[in-house]
């Protein structure tokens, strides 16, 4: 076997898939593989896929496609794919049928096995379909090769119980599961070890986290107060927070937590009681809005961000107008807008009333307007402020710039050296754009 082994991973979708591909980067670096940005040099190369919405889905056959070459002139070359696409039986069907020289098929919950399936493959030759339907016992410490070295993503809890009728995560990622807070907590602290300041706490809905420590039951807030105290830890932020589930608690944690970032996402979906219901978010409008006041009467200068769905099935003309209407009442410092994409297996799609999709667009380029006004005079605000930023590195449009993120996680970019990653620095805030914010070093 030859010596330099190399591995690809292109990675789909959101941050659970993210932290999933470097646990992956973790067991091929363990078998002795190294990384390369270049597929066509990869001995071994994995999608991880993601089925949240329909482009996903179209961009992972189109890749299959280009993988076919690859795999017609170097037969040993290994493609495998997994996440959450292959949760579905109809994929993995497609899949045998049209690309059969697939190597290795896995899920969201068995990535563990993934050094063993390789080696059949690689050993014997063998094709592999391995998915489980339902989720094992959560698996401790499993390797990881990171993609910052000081920030880093942190997964609380698995799955999703919420079942919001157009989504697909609770058929992919199965029910939820809290990790323990003393693994979490191990995990973090071995983190600041290795140099990372900042940590993102995952999971789909992490308000709705229950750990179970030796002093009783830890809710989400707990576990921000825990970390709170880990020295060396500069910032702790999270993913996602369903409005139906934040606590008072957390909004007291905002006030008590120094290293809790004063920002917040809050998917909204819609600002329409009625495709709310019918979302099945199980929050109205009124409810929403209160939760917006409670953050900033605690926290003045939170920056909150959102998720909204265009053309819901059903979704009238009044209901986008009540959706435009709250955005203009929130006053986001920036929103994910997606135009509503039929899931196969959701209750949605089954609903009679899709929205045809020339009024989906208009809708969403009136949403993204609104959205992209409001961003932009919140940025202007900015400008004169001295922020604390931690530095990610160069610009990927203008590798003289660097770029950072400010506590309230607007991307700051800004003159200075590339030796500045990793560090926090201050920067005087000279002007605010649609989406992000330019700088001057603070001596
Ligand atoms: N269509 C459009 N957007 C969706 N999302 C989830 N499922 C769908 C779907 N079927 C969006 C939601 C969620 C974000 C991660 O993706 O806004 O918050
Ligand atoms: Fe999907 Fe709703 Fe669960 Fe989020 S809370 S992952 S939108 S089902």
Same mark, same amino acid.
């Given at each position: 076997?030859?010596?330099?082994?190399?591995?690809?991973?292109?990675?789909?979708?959101?941050?659970?898939?993210?932290?999933?591909?470097?646990?992956?980067?973790?067991?091929? &670096?363990?078998?002795?593989?190294?990384?390369?940005?270049?597929?066509?040099?990869? =001995?071994? $190369?994995?999608?991880?896929?993601?089925?949240?919405?329909?482009?996903?889905?179209?961009?992972?056959?189109? %890749?299959?496609?280009?993988?076919?070459?690859?795999?017609?002139?170097?037969? =040993?070359?290994?493609?495998?794919?997994?996440?959450?696409?292959?949760?579905?039986?109809?994929?993995?069907?497609?899949?045998?049928?049209?690309?059969?020289?697939?190597?290795?098929?896995?899920?969201?919950?068995?990535?563990?096995?993934?050094?063993?399936?390789?080696?059949?493959?690689?050993?014997?030759?063998?094709?592999?379909?391995?998915?489980?339907?339902?989720?094992?016992?959560?698996?401790?410490?499993?390797?990881?090769?990171?993609?910052?070295?000081?920030? $880093? /993503?942190?997964?609380?809890?698995?799955?999703?119980?919420?079942?919001? &009728?157009?989504?697909?995560?609770?058929?992919?990622?199965?029910?939820?599961?809290?990790?323990?807070?003393?693994?979490?907590?191990?995990?973090?602290?071995?983190?600041?070890?290795?140099?990372? #300041?900042?940590?993102?706490?995952?999971?789909?809905?992490?308000?709705?986290?229950?750990?179970?420590?030796?002093?009783?039951?830890?809710?989400?807030? =707990?576990?921000?107060?825990?970390?709170?105290?880990?020295?060396?830890?500069?910032?702790?932020?999270?993913?996602?927070?369903?409005?139906?589930?934040?606590?008072?608690?957390?909004?007291?944690?905002?006030?008590?937590?120094?290293?809790?970032? #004063?920002?917040?996402?809050?998917?909204?979906?819609?600002?329409?009681?009625?495709? !709310?219901?019918?979302?099945?978010?199980?929050?109205?409008?009124?409810?929403?809005?209160? !939760?917006?006041?409670?953050?900033?009467? $605690?926290?003045?200068?939170?920056?909150?961000?959102?998720?909204?769905?265009?053309?819901?099935?059903?979704?009238?003309?009044? =209901?986008?107008?009540?959706?435009?209407?709250?955005?203009?009442?929130?006053?986001?410092?920036?929103?994910?807008?997606?135009?509503?994409?039929?899931?196969?297996? %959701?209750?949605?799609?089954?609903?009679?009333?899709?929205?045809?999709?020339?009024?989906?667009?208009?809708?969403?380029?009136?949403?993204?307007?609104?959205?992209?006004?409001?961003?932009?005079?919140?940025?202007?605000?900015?400008?004169?402020?001295?922020?604390?930023?931690?530095?990610?590195?160069?610009?990927?449009?203008?590798?003289?710039?660097?770029?950072?993120? &400010?506590?309230?996680?607007?991307?700051?970019? /800004?003159?200075?050296?590339?030796?500045?990653?990793? &560090?926090?620095?201050?920067?005087?805030?000279?002007?605010?754009?649609?989406?992000?914010?330019?700088?001057?070093?603070?001596?």
């Amino acid at each position: 076997m030859k010596e330099d082994k190399k591995f690809h991973i292109q990675t789909m979708g959101c941050q659970m898939n993210e932290r999933d591909s470097e646990t992956l980067a973790g067991m091929l &670096t363990g078998l002795g593989y190294s990384k390369t940005e270049n597929r066509q040099e990869a =001995d071994v $190369a994995i999608i991880n896929t993601c089925s949240v919405r329909d482009n996903a889905d179209k961009r992972f056959f189109g %890749t299959l496609g280009q993988l076919k070459k690859i795999k017609e002139q170097r037969p =040993d070359f290994v493609v495998c794919v997994c996440g959450c696409m292959m949760q579905q039986q109809h994929i993995i069907d497609r899949i045998k049928e049209k690309y059969p020289w697939v190597d290795i098929i896995f899920g969201t919950h068995n990535i563990h096995e993934f050094p063993q399936l390789l080696r059949s493959v690689t050993e014997e030759k063998r094709k592999i379909v391995d998915v489980w339907d339902e989720a094992g016992e959560i698996i401790e410490g499993m390797p990881s090769k990171r993609l910052y070295k000081f920030k $880093a /993503f942190v997964n609380i809890m698995y799955g999703c119980n919420n079942f919001c &009728t157009y989504c697909i995560v609770p058929y992919t990622r199965g029910r939820e599961r809290s990790r323990h807070p003393g693994d979490i907590m191990k995990e973090v602290r071995d983190l600041v070890a290795d140099g990372v #300041r900042e940590v993102t706490l995952l999971g789909q809905n992490v308000n709705s986290y229950r750990g179970m420590s030796e002093k009783g039951p830890t809710d989400f807030a =707990d576990l921000i107060y825990m970390l709170q105290e880990v020295e060396g830890l500069e910032r702790i932020r999270f993913m996602t927070s369903h409005p139906k589930d934040l606590s008072d608690k957390l909004i007291q944690a905002y006030r008590d937590c120094s290293k809790l970032c #004063r920002n917040i996402h809050l998917p909204v979906q819609s600002g329409s009681d009625d495709v !709310l219901k019918r979302m099945n978010r199980r929050y109205d409008r009124a409810k929403y809005l209160e !939760l917006v006041n409670k953050l900033r009467a $605690a926290v003045p200068e939170i920056s909150i961000s959102t998720d909204i769905i265009v053309g819901f099935p059903g979704e009238t003309e009044q =209901d986008f107008e009540d959706t435009l209407s709250l955005v203009n009442e929130v006053g986001y410092d920036s929103a994910f807008t997606f135009l509503y994409s039929v899931r196969k297996g %959701t209750p949605a799609a089954e609903y009679e009333d899709q929205v045809p999709e020339e009024v989906k667009h208009r809708r969403f380029n009136r949403l993204v307007d609104a959205v992209n006004t409001h961003s932009a005079e919140k940025n202007a605000a900015m400008a004169g402020r001295t922020e604390r930023i931690l530095v990610e590195g160069p610009s990927r449009h203008n590798k003289k710039t660097m770029t950072g993120r &400010t506590d309230g996680f607007k991307v700051v970019d /800004f003159e200075g050296d590339s030796s500045l990653a990793g &560090t926090f620095c201050n920067v005087e805030i000279t002007q605010g754009k649609t989406f992000s914010l330019v700088g001057r070093l603070v001596p």
